[in-house]
């Protein structure tokens, strides 16, 4: 399973979370400084909606997802559209358990498209398996209505579906699924976890070729392979550099942070490589936090540093002239890109030597899913670095 994750999350890999999504379950005075700040209408997007199959035989898949999210996200952070650097929203459904509701179709929207990397996280190491009934073809459907997939024909549009059952099963025939995912500029690519033939005699492969996507076949059970680099215990330090430069705001503040440092163990408890993943994408442009972090929300246009309430502060700053906050948000700005800048360059390092002593069987799910999106994301002209 812990192959699988890895890979799910880049295509995985993830929420019509937009701005308003990340400031998802604060009151109404916490982030009265950054509303609004964010213009998102001429910005690009890669969307990627999971739908995985949450059933008795799929506790591996889920692993694979927790495992290799980070690595799918670092992977993603290179891409390029038209010269610019595209946002990451993810969305995730479960299906197929028999915990969920059986006259939605076993169906359970996890998250809303969403640039929240640590609440995505957080959501897929809440997932467990149970049952059941798994339905292709309604669960396509059901994410193509209720997410916001918007109308920019520069970003690019997927969906991710995995498991291991018939692709024919359900009410809601995968091929009007497929239809109406054509439509919305949706491309769908199916990952059977299994064995390849076995996939395909499912229709799992018919139901990627309808809309020019891919079929994939892994190993769900297979264990994600980290390799341990020279530079990974310099970067983990960094890391913890890294997270004092948040400058927090308001209750969701505290939670955020909270919830930040909590994911940090998350992605810890699998390996050290895992979560020196995680500290890379904490260094890209992917991973903000606009709606709790004054770093992140001075940089967007509109922010005013007038609109700040006192009481909303951190103890550190209240009382302070407006002077003095803009001169601390400064300082933790700078502090942050010089450590990012840090983290990129042994990152670099790294990866050339996780390339030299890789084997050959690479992760399943990472591999198919970011192999998926590189071909996929050149009918758009995206380019990666």
Same mark, same amino acid.
């Given at each position: 399973?812990?192959?699988?994750?890895?890979?799910?999350?880049?295509s995985v890999a993830l929420i019509s979370f937009t701005y308003c999504n990340a400031t998802h379950n604060r009151t109404d005075t916490d982030l009265t400084a950054t509303e609004n700040v964010v213009n998102k209408s001429n910005k690009q997007y890669i969307k990627v909606a999971l739908l995985l199959d949450t059933s008795n035989s799929m506790d591996g898949l889920i692993d694979q997802a927790k495992a290799q999210l980070w690595d799918i996200v670092n992977e993603l952070s290179y891409a390029k559209?038209?010269?610019?650097?595209?946002?990451?929203?993810?969305? *995730?459904? #479960?299906?197929? &358990?028999?915990?969920?509701?059986?006259?939605?179709?076993?169906? +359970? $929207?996890? /998250?809303?498209?969403?640039?929240?990397?640590?609440?995505?996280?957080?959501?897929?190491?809440?997932?467990?398996?149970?049952?059941?009934?798994?339905?292709?073809?309604?669960?396509?459907?059901?994410?193509?209505?209720?997410?916001?997939?918007?109308?920019?024909?520069?970003?690019?549009?997927?969906?991710?579906?995995?498991?291991?059952?018939?692709?024919?099963?359900?009410?809601?025939?995968?091929?009007?699924?497929?239809?109406?995912?054509?439509?919305?500029?949706?491309?769908?690519n199916t990952i059977f976890c299994g064995d390849y033939r076995q996939g395909v005699s499912m229709l799992w492969q018919d139901g990627a070729r309808l809309t020019n996507g891919d079929y994939m076949a892994i190993n769900h059970n297979s264990a994600t392979v980290h390799i341990a680099s020279p530079y990974d215990d310099i970067i983990?330090? *960094?890391? #913890?550099?890294? &997270?004092?430069?948040?400058?927090?705001?308001?209750?969701?503040? +505290? $939670?955020? /942070?909270?919830?930040?440092?909590?994911?940090?163990?998350?992605?810890?408890?699998?390996?050290?490589?895992?979560?020196?993943?995680?500290?890379?994408?904490?260094?890209?442009?992917?991973?903000?936090?606009?709606?709790?972090?004054?770093?992140?929300?001075?940089?967007?246009t509109g922010f005013k540093y007038e609109a700040l309430k006192q009481d909303l502060l951190p103890k550190n700053l209240k009382g302070k002239s407006e002077t003095e906050i803009k001169a601390y948000i400064t300082k933790k700005r700078h502090e942050r890109e010089a450590i990012q800048k840090e983290i990129q360059a042994l990152n670099t390092k790294r990866k050339k030597h996780i390339q030299e002593h890789k084997k050959q069987s690479a992760n399943g799910l990472e591999n198919a899913m970011t192999q998926a999106i590189k071909e996929q994301a050149k009918r758009k002209k995206y380019t990666w670095n």
């Open positions: 399973m812990k192959t699988y994750l890895n890979t799910l999350l880049l559209c038209n010269g610019h650097k595209p946002q990451l929203q993810i969305a *995730l459904y #479960e299906y197929g &358990n028999d915990n969920l509701n059986a006259a939605e179709g076993y169906i +359970r $929207q996890v /998250l809303s498209f969403s640039e929240d990397l640590d609440e995505i996280s957080k959501e897929l190491f809440s997932l467990t398996t149970k049952g059941g009934n798994e339905f292709c073809g309604q669960v396509i459907q059901t994410a193509l209505n209720q997410l916001k997939w918007g109308d920019n024909p520069d970003d690019l549009k997927l969906i991710f579906i995995a498991g291991n059952e018939p692709f024919t099963q359900g009410k809601i025939n995968y091929q009007a699924a497929s239809t109406n995912a054509k439509e919305k500029d949706v491309t769908i983990l330090g *960094l890391n #913890e550099k890294l &997270n004092s430069t948040y400058v927090i705001y308001g209750q969701v503040g +505290r $939670q955020k /942070l909270e919830l930040q440092a909590e994911q940090d163990e998350n992605a810890s408890s699998y390996s050290k490589a895992n979560a020196v993943s995680r500290t890379v994408s904490k260094s890209s442009h992917l991973y903000k936090n606009t709606s709790w972090d004054l770093v992140d929300a001075e940089a967007e």
